[in-house]
């Protein structure tokens, strides 16, 4: 049986999405912050599979996305907790990253 490209973006969105809130439920913080997290990269996600971002390699269009897309997360959490500012970058690289390897070689 074969994945069609949208259901096999979909699943590739919820995994990450997922993998990023699994420290923040670990932290118990709150079910908002966690669904704006799952969303950020399962909708990064559809534009990462759909999209392509000009003059940069297959691998870096996921992590210029998600990048992209977290820059104003970010910026609105960094005043409260300074800590946090690094660690979504590199969650945004990490898992732009993996995003644009399952692009890559599973949806193929």
Known sequence: ???DHFTLTLITGAVAGVLDIIPMLARRLSGRFC???FLLYFFATLIIFYGNLPYL???ADGMGVTLM???PVM???V???RKS????VLNALVLGFLISVAE???AG
Not at 85 to 88: M, T
Request: charged letters at 15%.
């Open 85 to 88: 500012g690094p660690i979504i």
């Open 69 to 71: 897309m977290s820059i």
């Open 79 to 81: 005043g409260k907790d």
């Open 1 to 3: 049986m074969k994945i």
């Open 57 to 59: 390699p297959w691998w």
């Open 104 to 106: 890559r070689f599973i």
């Open 75 to 77: 910026l609105s959490l």
């Open 35 to 37: 669904l704006s997290a």
